[in-house]
């Protein structure tokens, strides 16, 4: 068949022509496609090594999308704060203490305990005597006191 398209056609054969038929083919999509499947079914999928599933991991782990997934999770959920801390527990009793409405119901029951002022009140007299512990002078004063 070959050698009978070779003498009839209304071209003469010439090594030019052979040449152009062969690139043809060549560049024809479906012949390469056929060629790709037949040999994507020879080899299989080697599995991960070690290094190749630690890079995957750190890949995912580096991902904005995966970052800001977990951020939007946190912010649905809001931030649950540990109670128990002992910094927690130190600045809530330090609030308890400093807080105004602590003083007023401690001036509140005192008043009820029928003290005549504020000042025979028991927080206010052992406020008095922490003062007077405290003070630079008398701790100077009651120290030449007794080194005499």
């Known amino acids: 068949r070959e050698i009978v398209e ?6 003469p054969y010439t090594v030019e ?9 060549m560049q024809d999509a479906k012949k ?17 090594s070690p290094e190749v599933v630690r890079v995957i991991e750190a890949a995912k782990m580096q991902s904005d ?7 939007e999770k946190q ?27 602590n003083y007023k119901t401690a001036l509140k029951e005192a008043k009820e305990k029928q003290y005549k002022n504020v000042h025979e009140s028991p927080l206010y007299l052992q406020n ?9 002078p008398l701790y100077v004063k009651d120290y030449e006191q007794q080194k005499l």
């Open 6 to 11: 070779k003498c009839c056609s209304q071209f």
């Open 17 to 25: 022509i052979e040449r152009v038929e062969k690139v043809s083919q």
């Open 32 to 48: 390469y496609r056929e060629k790709w499947d037949e040999e994507k079914q020879k080899y299989t999928v080697i599995p991960d």
């Open 65 to 71: 999308r995966v970052y800001r997934e977990g951020f």
């Open 75 to 101: 912010k649905t959920e809001g931030y649950k704060m540990v109670h128990d801390t002992p910094l927690y527990n130190q600045c809530r009793e330090s609030a308890k203490i400093a807080s105004d409405y």
């Open 128 to 136: 008095k005597l922490s003062a007077q512990l405290s003070s630079g």
